[in-house]
């Protein structure tokens, strides 16, 4: 608190009287008799470029109306959670007040969040207290205050948002963004996928972002997404790239990502959102899978299974092909695993893998502890005993 240090540090602050001097009165109020302010308020840019969605942009309405208090986006990084979210925030923020953002990602960053929350509640008291006791000043007053909407972007473990389940009953909103998929949340959060973009959204969002080669970009933009698999990112990347660099049309965009499928997975420029590269967004879920080693052997050797036909965004992996690699139970548990944190799809029949996934897992790097040169050399080899001549050699490239 440091509210009466002296120089020689001998006292700090030496009585209750002392105290109640320093202290303003404000902080003596109880969370539940504060009124907030019309500022209170943490809401996103509304995102640029926005496109499609609306059915999910539906659907979070719907949910919320229906009844649902919390709600979870959830589907494969890069594929459009945040922007989701944020854009539903922009346009619903009118419906709730208050409205605050938190960055979800862990326990701490939760807490951060609603100690900026609670501090913002009261300016004063946010001066003398603590974080965590900021915080805990907020979860009291959502608890006792209806009509508020917390978005958490971006959660990483369920037990981290639990404690909202209480906090929210009857009285507010919660929007959460995960990787971690359906099954995770059955207990907590009404689950949304949220799916890969349609290809008309697709190619309306690289020809907004790549405006300069009108006429011909369309065609060609049409067979870039589709190359891209309709991942949002991945198709913001690319076209942000050929307009950064002049002549770069999609089709040689393509050429190059066969190319140099590694330098083009990388971020085509710095400072902003796009530093997020396509390798960057996957990887910690792999980092959090190191538990089950057998988890990344998998995903690596998936990404060598070629698809059915060309241009699918997702390769269907019949599961008893994969039968030879681990026993049962040890292979069972880490496609739940990887389905877990949505880098597959699994049902009874297939394993279903996104062709970015499966570029990204078999193109060697050194500066990855999961694609290191030889890991990704032993999948391959794994792949061409399990998967036999479909292991194709020109499947080494980026994309096929
Ligand atoms: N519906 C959309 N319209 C326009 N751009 C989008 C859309 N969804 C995603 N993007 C773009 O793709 C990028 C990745 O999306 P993001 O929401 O961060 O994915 P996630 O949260 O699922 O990892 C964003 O930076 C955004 O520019
Ligand atoms: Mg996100």
Same mark, same amino acid.
């Given at each position: 608190m440091g509210a009466a240090a002296t120089g020689d540090g001998a006292t700090a602050v030496n *009585?209750?009287? &002392?105290?109640?001097? #320093?202290?303003?009165?404000?902080?003596?109020?109880?969370?539940?008799?504060?009124?907030?302010?019309?500022?209170?308020? /943490?809401?996103?840019?509304?995102?640029?470029?926005?496109?499609?969605?609306? $059915?999910?942009?539906?659907?979070?309405? /719907? %949910?919320?109306? $229906?009844? @649902?208090m919390m709600q979870v986006l959830y589907g494969l990084g890069g594929? %459009? /959670?945040?922007?989701?979210? @944020?854009?539903? #925030?922009v346009h619903h923020a009118d419906q709730y007040h208050p409205v605050w953002w938190v960055d979800g990602? *862990?326990?701490?960053s939760i807490a951060s969040g609603l100690a900026g929350f609670g501090g913002r509640l009261q300016d004063v008291v946010a001066k003398i207290v603590t974080p965590e006791a900021? *915080?805990?000043?907020?979860?009291?007053?959502?608890? *006792?205050?209806?009509?508020?909407?917390?978005?958490? +972007?971006?959660?990483?473990?369920? +037990?981290?948002?639990?404690?909202?389940?209480?906090?929210?009953? $009857?009285?507010?909103?919660? !929007?959460?963004?995960?990787?971690?998929?359906? @099954?995770?949340?059955?207990?907590i959060a009404t689950a949304v996928p949220v799916p890969l973009l349609s290809e008309e959204a697709a190619v309306e969002l690289f020809t907004r972002i790549c405006t300069r080669h009108e006429g011909r970009v369309v065609a060609e933009a049409r067979?870039?997404?589709?190359?891209?698999?309709?991942?949002?990112?991945?198709?913001?990347? @690319?076209?942000?790239?050929?307009?950064?660099?002049?002549?770069?049309?999609?089709?040689?965009?393509?050429?190059?990502?066969?190319?140099?499928? &590694?330098?083009m997975h990388q971020a085509p420029y710095e400072g902003s959102q796009l530093e997020r590269t396509m390798a960057g967004v996957w990887e910690p879920s792999l980092d959090r899978l190191a538990d089950t080693p057998l988890?990344? &052997?998998? !995903?690596?050797?998936?990404?060598?299974?070629?698809?059915?036909?060309?241009?699918?965004?997702?390769?269907n992996v019949p599961r008893p092909v994969l039968h030879p690699l681990a026993p049962p139970p040890a292979l069972h548990k880490a496609l739940l695993r990887l389905a877990a944190h949505s880098l597959i799809g699994l049902d009874q029949e297939n394993v279903r893998v996104h062709r970015l996934v499966q570029a990204v897992a078999r193109t060697p790097s050194e500066g990855s502890?999961?694609?290191?040169?030889?890991q990704i050399e032993a999948a391959r080899a794994r792949?061409?005993?399990?998967?036999?001549?479909?292991?194709? +050699? $020109?499947?080494r490239r980026g994309t096929s």
């Open positions: *009585s209750r009287t &002392d105290l109640a001097l #320093t202290v303003p009165s404000e902080a003596f109020v109880s969370p539940a008799d504060i009124a907030a302010g019309p500022g209170l308020r /943490k809401v996103p840019d509304e995102p640029r470029n926005f496109v499609g969605r609306r $059915d999910e942009l539906h659907a979070i309405s /719907k %949910g919320f109306d $229906d009844g @649902a594929t %459009g /959670k945040t922007t989701l979210a @944020a854009q539903w #925030t990602r *862990s326990a701490k900021l *915080s805990e000043r907020a979860q009291q007053w959502l608890m *006792s205050h209806s009509g508020w909407l917390l978005v958490l +972007d971006n959660v990483n473990d369920p +037990d981290d948002v639990r404690f909202l389940k209480t906090i929210a009953r $009857d009285h507010g909103r919660v !929007l959460i963004t995960s990787r971690l998929a359906a @099954a995770v949340w059955h207990d067979r870039l997404c589709a190359e891209l698999g309709f991942l949002a990112l991945a198709v913001q990347q @690319a076209a942000a790239y050929c307009l950064l660099e002049e002549g770069l049309t999609p089709h040689r965009y393509l050429a190059k990502l066969a190319e140099f499928p &590694d330098v988890a990344g &052997d998998v !995903l690596r050797t998936l990404a060598w299974f070629p698809p059915a036909e060309l241009g699918l965004a997702t390769t502890a999961h694609r290191m040169p030889h792949a061409e005993v399990v998967f036999g001549t479909r292991c194709r +050699d $020109d499947f």
